[in-house]
């Protein structure tokens, strides 16, 4: 089978090097950061830095299609994330019944297992290093490509990589999976490929989170969706490992205002103010300041533009491939995802038809992922231009029936069963928006039910309230 070197060591990476690995191929894990996963949850949490990702220490949440898939595939992966705390929850079974009209068989599937970050991660690094055909390199940065003879005539054919040592180490195929700071067109453009077509824009959001832990060993009941809006913000509550869960609150990064939320009273004062989300934080947090990132890019890459690769030997995958606002949880998930494709595409072209697995990926991308991204990339457009338009006072309408569409199914997906589960199986990535809606009868239940979206009363703070508790 192959040698394969896979750039980048977060939790899809990860993932990837272990499918790959179950197939045979020899793998080695290059990742930059030099610290190893430390011996506890506990530790992971403390004392793990992880400067290599930006959002490390911020929410997480591990969506039902990310269970479905290590489940199904990496079962000793699920194991050892049982094993170190993190907590599965079913929005379908954990909700009422006058809710969700009681269970029905499929409801499983909604199932959650997640967790912080930090120990995520240290779970799959766990099973990761007891892996057959897998090795992993920490704090090896990789600077450049390495190329040898071309497959496709005028197409560099990437052969390896070089690092910041100086030194080489060759593979018949190189996967970037480098994240969200990937700097693969560099090392393009340095052996004299292509840049690689992108999509580059600010996502435009501030996050700004704690963590908690509960008092008496019990999670806060959820009084509705984990991302919820707020007017110019919203909210994100999601359960995590071990009795802790995380509070964030997303604010548009071009509202001067809410830059104030970065203080600790300050936050604490709006989310006491939001009626759904107080209770999230009468618990002990385990932070003593409020986290925040901003400057988080929305990118997609195409290695393909024109139909011709940009090299050869190379593919990329996950986030160095496309990412999002990281607010609706789908990170990993969709990673996966295309790890799955990247594994089943190598299954029927090997990397000795390099010019062949470059197309077969590629269309195997756009069947898979890239639906995904676009569904993803056009709410987080439509959610920011709502939160300009109402700290401005004025209505946002925009031409695209789809936002009104989504703004009605959320406002009926606590109406009606179906068009709850419907919401769920969108919001989890087990099912594209498009298809859901085409189930008989649903989108007149959606249009029915949530068509009065825009009446409904809002709940929290009025703008100038949230204003004066962000700035005082």
């Not at 290590?70 to 049982?82: T, Y």
């Not at 930090?118 to 990789?142: C, F, H, M, N, P």
């Not at 071309?150 to 060759?170: F, L, M, N, Q, Y």
């Not at 932070?287 to 190379?314: N, Y």
Request: aromatic letters at 6%; charged letters at 25%; one cysteine or more.
């Amino acid at each position: 089978m192959a040698e394969v070197l896979v750039v980048g060591g977060g939790v899809v990476g990860m993932g990837l090097a272990m499918l790959l690995a179950r197939d045979d191929h020899q793998i080695t894990i290059l990742e930059r950061d030099s610290q190893p996963p430390p011996g506890s949850p506990d530790e992971a949490w403390e004392s793990w830095d992880r400067t290599g990702v930006n959002q490390f220490r911020l929410a997480h949440l591990f969506l039902s299609r990310y269970r479905e898939i290590i489940e199904a595939e990496l079962p000793d992966v699920a194991a050892a994330l049982v094993r170190d705390g993190a907590v599965r929850f079913n929005p379908i079974a954990d909700a009422p019944d006058f809710v969700t009209g009681g269970h029905r068989d499929g409801d499983e599937r909604y199932e959650m297992l997640s967790g912080r970050r930090a120990v995520v991660e240290r779970a799959v690094a766990s099973v990761t290093a007891a892996t057959a055909g897998l090795k992993v390199r920490r704090g090896v940065v990789v600077e450049g490509l390495v190329t040898g003879p071309e497959a496709i005539p005028g197409v560099p054919h990437v052969s390896g990589v070089r690092t910041s040592e100086g030194d080489e180490i060759r593979a018949d195929l190189v996967i970037d999976c480098s994240g969200r700071r990937s700097a693969l067109p560099t090392w393009l453009e340095a052996i004299g490929a292509r840049r690689p077509e992108e999509e580059v824009d600010d996502s435009g959001f501030i996050y700004l989170g704690r963590h908690f832990r509960s008092r008496d060993g019990n999670l806060p009941v959820s009084l509705g969706p984990g991302l919820q809006e707020y007017g110019s913000i919203s909210s994100l509550n999601l359960p995590a490992d071990n009795g802790t869960w995380s509070v964030t609150l997303i604010a548009r990064s071009g509202d001067r205002p809410m830059l104030g939320l970065r203080d600790t009273d300050r936050w604490t004062k709006v989310v006491q103010s939001l009626p759904t989300v107080a209770h999230w934080i009468d618990a002990e947090p385990i932070e003593d300041r409020v986290v925040s990132i901003t400057k988080i890019e929305d990118r997609h890459r195409d290695l393909r533009p024109g139909g011709t690769p940009v090299a050869t030997g190379l593919l990329a995958a996950a986030d160095a491939w496309a990412c999002t606002n990281p607010s609706v949880g789908r990170g990993a998930s969709i990673g996966m995802l295309h790890a799955l494709a990247l594994r089943d595409t190598l299954r029927e072209v090997g990397p000795d038809r390099p010019a062949e697995l470059s197309e077969a990926f590629g269309v195997a991308t756009a069947a898979t992922v890239e639906p995904w991204f676009r569904a993803t990339l056009a709410f987080d457009r439509h959610r920011l231009a709502e939160m300009a338009a109402i700290a401005d006072g004025t209505t946002y309408e925009p031409e695209d029936p789809g936002f009104a569409i989504s703004k009605a199914m959320g406002a009926a997906s606590g109406k009606d069963p179906d068009v709850l589960r419907g919401f769920i199986d969108t919001v989890s990535v087990l099912e594209l928006p498009d298809a859901v809606l085409a189930r008989p009868g649903l989108m007149e239940r959606v249009i029915e039910l949530g068509g009065g979206w825009r009446d409904e009363p809002p709940i929290g703070p009025s703008r100038d309230e949230l204003v004066a508790m962000a700035t005082a």
